[in-house]
C-alpha cells in the first residue's frame, strides 16, 4: 500500500491499480474502465508515467465523497499484486470466522 | 471573515496591520499584535497606557510578567492545527491562573464542532469564515448545558 | 452495576445526534476526511483495510445481559453476526457500515451504551480489574472510581485534544490483573493508617518505547482524585510533544524531563488549579458506590462438587474462582477456542451467554483485558450445570492462564497499520498445544502476539511475546521473553533474530523445552525460571544449529 499522501515521487515498481475505500460502506474498490468496482480483476493496470492523472482523479472523486484511502497497489513482473498487505485486502481475511 | 460570539456575529474592534503600516502608525491602541511586536513595543504600552490585542499561535508560549494583561484587551489564540489542543489549557490558565477578564479569542484551523470546548475553556469569540457561519451557530444547538465538569 | 442517570441519558443522546450531524456533513462533503477523522475517532469509528470497525466502549469491562443481547443485535443486524472483545475491555465490530453508524449508536443508547471516546487522542475508557468486588483481598472495589474518573474525563472540554491516546487503569487489589503499570496513569487503592487512597503511577506504556510506570503518589486521598488527574492531563496537554506521532504518549514527556521535573510541574497544576467543585465529598462518593453493591447471595455448598468427569474437572481446575462469598464462585468463560480468533464471539453465543448470566449469575458478565468473560457469582452448586450449557455453545475451553489463552490483536487480518497477520499465529499455538495436559504440564503462562510495534496484542508483556514484522515482504516475528504486566511488571528481552512464520512454532517448542528443562520444583511457572536462568539459555537453544 501506497499512501496518497507520498504521491508518485515514493512509488517504486512499475505498474499499479487504483484503489481505495468506498466512502459510505468501506468496501474496497479498484478503479475500472467502469468506474469504482469492487472486482480486482476489472481494474485498471497503471503505468508509473501515467500515474499523475489518476492522482488527480483520486483526489477529484474524494472530493466528490465517492472514496476515501485511495492508494496505489504496486504490482510485480507477472501482474500480481505485490505486498501481502495488499493481497489481504483484495481478497479478505485469510481465516475462516 | 468575521467574529462570532456564542449567540451571533460581533463587530470586530481590532485591526490587525502589517508590519510597514504599523511601524508608521503613532498610537497602537486597539492594535492586533503578534508576540513579536507586542514584546517590542511593550515598554511603550505600559508607560502610555494602551489597550492593545495580542495575537498568538498554538505552538507559542505566552509568559506574562506583572501588570502585562492590564494593556491587553483581547487575546487571540492562533491554531495552526485543529488537532492541537495546547490552546484550551491556554484559555484555562489565562482564566485560572491569571484571572484574565479580557477577550479571548480563537482563530486559525478550528472546526465548529470545537466551539462548545473552546466557550467552556474560556474562550469568548472565533474568527471564522463568513459563509461558515450558520454551522457554527447551528452545532451550538447541540449544547443543552449538560456537562460531567463542573 | 451502574446505571445511568437522566443526565447520563441526556448526554449520551445529545451525543448521537451531533454525530449522525456529523455524518451527514461527511456524506455531504461539508467536512473534509481530515477533518471528519478526529471526529469519528472520537467516536470509536475507525477505517481498516476492509471496512469500518466500530469500537463500543464497555466502562471497566462490566456488561448486563440485556446490554450483551443488544451487542448480538447489533451485531446481526449491522455487521457480520460476530463482535471481538478487545484488550482494553471493549468490543469492536469490524464491518459497519458509515450511514449506519448512528443508527447504531442509537441502538446502543436504548441500553445505556454509547462509542464515545474509544478512540482518538483524548481520554480513553477506563479499564479495571476484572475481578473488582470479588476477591477477599481487595482493598476498595475499582469499579466505582472508574465510574467517578469516567464521568469526569468524558467530553472534557480541554482534553479531547490531548497529543496522544491518554489510558486510565484502577485497581483495588496489590495483585494487579488490570496492567496498570503499562497505562498512562494507573491507579492502585491502598490503605494508609486505616484511611484508604490511591497509590498514583504515571507514564507506563507499550508501542514502539515501552515503558514501565513510575510512582508519583504514595499516597493520594479519595477526595483529592480528580483535581490530581487534572493536573497531570493539564501538563501533558501543555508541554507533551506534539511535532512527532512517536513521541506525544505521556511516558515520552515524563522521560524527557524526568519523574522528579514532571512532578513538579504537577504539582504545581495542583496547587495552582485545584477546584473546590472537582472535590470529591463523602456523599457523592457513597452515591456512586450505591451501584456496585453485591447481589444478595445466598447460603449454599461450600464446595464445588467434584462430579466425575474429567472434562468438567479440568475445566473447573482451571476456569473456575473462588468467590469472596464461600459458597460461589467465579466463572472464567474463555474465548480462546480453537476454532475463533482469540476474543471473538458470535451473535449465538452472545445470546446464549446473556441468557447464562440471567440463569446463573444475577445477568452480570464482565470482560477481560486478555480478552475472555467473567460470570462473577454462580453458587457453588451449580457450577457443573453452567459447564454443560457453556459446553454447548463452545465456551467451554479449559485454557485460562495457559498457554492457549493468547492475547493477541487484530493483525493485518483487518488492521490498516499491521506490518504482519496475527491472528493466524494464535490459531496455530491454539491447535499446537490444544492437549489440556500438555498445557497444564506446561503450567501458567502468558503468550502475547501483536501485528505491529504499535502493541495492541502487548507482546511487550508477554512471557512470551511475539511481535509480526515486515522483513522485505515476508512475515517475519520476533520473539521477546520475560515480559509481565502484572504488579511485578517488566518489558520482555528480545532474544535475537526473527522468525519466519514456518519456523516459529519450532522457536515456541523449543522455548518450552528450555523452560521445562530447567524448572527445580513441579509447579514453577515460566516467569520464575526465566529470571532465574536469564535469556541466555533460550538463546543457546534457539539459535544453535547442530
Ligand atoms: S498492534 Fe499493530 S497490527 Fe495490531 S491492532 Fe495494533 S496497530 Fe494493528
Known amino acids: 500500500m501506497i499512501n496518497i499522501a507520498n504521491m508518485a515521487k515514493k512509488l517504486e515498481g512499475h505498474t499499479f491499480l487504483l484503489s481505495a475505500n468506498d466512502l459510505k460502506t468501506g468496501k474496497v474498490l479498484f478503479y475500472t474502465s467502469n468506474g469504482w468496482l469492487p472486482e480486482l480483476n476489472k481494474a485498471i493496470k497503471i503505468e508509473k508515467k501515467s500515474i499523475e492523472k489518476y492522482e488527480k482523479l483520486l483526489k477529484i472523486d474524494e472530493e466528490n465523497c465517492l472514496i476515501v484511502s485511495g492508494r496505489f497497489v504496486e504490482l510485480n513482473d507477472s501482474g500480481s499484486i505485490k505486498n501481502l498487505r495488499d493481497k489481504i485486502r483484495s481478497s479478505g481475511l485469510t481465516f475462516k470466522i | 471573515m468575521i467574529i462570532i460570539d456564542k449567540i451571533s456575529e460581533r463587530k470586530n474592534e481590532f485591526i490587525e496591520l502589517p508590519d510597514e503600516k504599523l511601524s508608521k502608525k ?5 492594535c492586533l499584535l503578534n508576540l513579536f511586536h507586542w514584546k517590542e513595543k511593550k515598554k511603550e504600552i505600559h508607560e502610555k497606557k494602551i489597550k492593545v490585542a495580542l495575537k498568538i499561535n498554538s505552538d507559542e508560549e505566552l509568559i506574562f510578567g506583572e501588570n502585562d494583561l492590564r494593556y491587553i484587551k483581547m487575546i487571540q489564540i492562533n491554531f495552526l492545527n485543529f488537532k492541537d489542543g495546547r490552546p484550551f489549557t491556554l484559555a484555562k490558565k489565562l482564566r485560572k491562573k491569571f484571572l484574565y477578564k479580557g477577550e479571548i479569542r480563537a482563530s486559525g484551523n478550528i472546526l465548529p464542532d470545537q466551539f462548545v470546548f473552546l466557550l467552556r475553556c474560556g474562550f469568548d469569540t472565533v474568527e471564522i469564515k463568513e459563509m461558515e457561519k450558520d454551522t457554527w451557530l447551528e452545532l451550538l444547538e447541540f449544547d443543552d448545558g449538560l456537562y460531567y465538569q463542573p | 452495576m451502574y446505571k445511568y442517570s437522566e443526565i447520563d441519558k441526556k448526554i449520551v443522546a445529545n451525543r448521537v445526534k451531533q454525530f449522525k450531524n456529523q455524518v451527514d456533513r461527511r456524506l455531504s462533503g461539508k467536512l473534509t476526511e481530515d477533518e471528519f477523522k478526529p471526529l469519528r475517532l472520537m467516536n470509536g469509528l475507525y477505517l481498516q483495510l476492509h471496512a469500518y470497525m466500530l469500537r463500543v466502549a464497555i466502562p471497566y469491562g462490566e456488561l448486563s445481559s440485556k446490554q450483551l443481547r443488544q451487542l448480538a443485535f447489533i451485531a446481526d443486524k449491522y455487521d457480520r453476526g460476530y463482535g ?4 482494553r475491555q471493549n468490543i469492536q465490530f469490524n464491518w459497519p457500515k458509515l450511514p449506519d453508524v448512528p443508527e447504531i449508536l442509537e441502538e446502543l443508547s436504548k441500553v445505556e451504551m454509547h462509542a464515545i471516546q474509544t478512540s482518538g487522542n483524548c481520554i480513553r475508557n477506563i479499564s479495571a480489574d476484572h475481578l473488582a468486588g470479588l476477591t477477599i483481598e481487595e482493598i476498595e472495589d475499582p469499579r466505582p472510581w472508574c465510574e467517578i474518573i469516567r464521568k469526569w474525563s468524558t467530553f472534557h472540554p480541554e482534553f479531547s485534544f490531548l497529543p496522544r491516546k491518554f489510558k486510565i487503569a484502577v485497581t483495588g487489589c496489590s495483585e494487579d490483573r488490570a496492567a496498570i503499570l503499562v497505562h498512562d496513569i494507573g491507579l492502585r487503592l491502598i490503605k494508609d493508617k486505616g484511611d484508604i487512597g490511591f497509590e ?9 518505547s515501552p515503558y514501565i510506570a513510575k ?9 483529592d482524585l480528580l483535581n490530581y488527574l487534572e493536573a497531570i492531563l493539564t501538563t501533558y496537554n501543555q508541554l507533551g510533544r ?3 506521532i512517536y513521541k506525544a504518549r505521556i511516558k515520552i514527556l515524563l522521560n524527557e524531563l524526568g519523574i522528579e521535573k514532571f512532578k513538579e510541574f504537577v504539582e504545581e497544576n495542583f496547587k495552582r488549579f485545584s477546584n473546590k467543585k472537582l472535590i470529591l465529598d463523602k456523599s457523592t462518593i457513597k452515591n456512586i458506590f450505591k451501584f456496585f453493591k453485591l447481589p444478595s447471595l445466598k447460603p449454599g455448598l461450600e464446595k464445588v462438587p467434584e462430579i466425575k468427569n474429567s472434562l468438567f474437572l479440568e475445566w473447573k481446575n482451571q476456569n473456575v474462582l473462588p468467590h469472596k462469598h464461600p459458597n460461589y464462585s467465579i466463572i472464567l468463560v474463555s474465548l480462546k477456542s480453537n476454532e475463533k480468533p482469540p476474543g471473538d464471539a458470535s451473535s449465538i453465543q452472545m445470546r446464549k451467554l446473556a441468557d447464562i448470566a440471567d440463569k446463573y449469575s444475577f445477568g452480570e458478565i ?8 467473567v460470570l462473577p457469582h454462580v453458587e457453588n452448586s451449580r457450577v457443573y450445570e453452567i459447564w454443560n450449557e457453556l459446553l454447548n455453545i463452545n465456551l467451554a475451553t479449559p485454557n485460562i492462564g495457559l498457554i492457549t489463552d493468547t492475547i493477541c490483536c487484530p493483525g493485518m487480518d483487518y488492521c490498516a497499520l499491521a506490518t504482519a497477520r496475527s491472528i493466524p499465529i494464535s490459531q496455530k ?12 504440564e506446561i503450567g501458567d503462562l502468558k503468550i502475547k502476539i501483536s501485528g505491529c510495534i504499535n502493541a495492541c496484542g502487548h507482546h511487550h508483556v508477554g512471557n512470551i511475546g511475539i511481535l509480526g514484522l515486515d522483513r522485505k515482504g515476508k512475515e517475519f516475528y520476533q520473539i521477546t521473553l520475560g515480559g509481565s504486566a502484572k504488579e511485578n511488571a517488566s518489558i520482555g528481552q528480545i532474544v535475537g533474530p526473527s522468525f519466519s512464520e514456518k519456523d516459529l512454532m519450532g522457536a515456541i517448542e523449543k522455548i518450552i523445552k528450555v523452560y521445562k528443562k530447567n524448572k527445580i520444583y513441579e509447579k514453577e511457572d515460566f516467569l520464575s525460571v526465566f529470571k532465574r536462568i536469564g535469556i541466555k539459555k533460550f538463546k543457546e537453544k534457539l539459535y544453535d544449529n547442530n
Open chain 2, 26 to 30: 503613532t498610537s497602537l491602541e486597539n
Open chain 3, 84 to 87: 471481538h472483545f478487545t484488550t
Open chain 3, 200 to 208: 498514583v503511577f504515571v507514564g507506563g506504556g507499550q508501542g514502539r
Open chain 3, 215 to 223: 510512582k508519583i503518589k504514595n499516597f493520594l486521598p479519595k477526595k
Open chain 3, 242 to 244: 506534539r511535532d512527532n
Open chain 3, 366 to 373: 464482565r470482560v477481560t483485558h486478555e480478552q475472555n468473560l
Open chain 3, 429 to 440: 499455538i491454539t491447535d499446537h498445544f490444544k492437549n489440556y495436559s500438555h498445557q497444564k
